[in-house]
């Protein structure tokens, strides 16, 4: 049984983008100076970060993301449910 592309790992990209806000939050950063610490635009750190997101993150943009917040990008991935 085939699961459409983006929805296989929906849960996941949700959680990897709840991360991402809630570290951001951490170090009192606005999406936009994140993105822009990182050289994206709002719109797309605003994707990332959206719990309804499908699309998937480069792996690339995940430790530019965790350098930027001063982490080692597993808090980023740390997929346990609470």
Do not use: C, W
């Not at 929805?7 to 606005?30: F, V």
């Not at 994140?34 to 995940?62: W, Y």
Request: proline share 2%; charged share 30%; hydrophobic share 40%.
């Amino acid at each position: 049984m085939s699961v459409e592309k983006g929805k296989k790992h929906q849960d996941k990209l949700k959680t990897l983008g709840l991360n991402i806000a809630y570290e951001r939050k951490q170090k009192n950063m606005t999406q936009a100076e994140l993105a822009d610490a990182i050289g994206i635009s709002r719109t797309h750190m605003s994707n990332i970060e959206a719990p309804n997101a499908t699309k998937s993150v480069s792996v690339e943009v995940i430790f530019d993301i965790a350098d930027a917040l001063k982490i080692n990008p597993s808090k980023l991935m740390d997929m346990k449910k609470e």
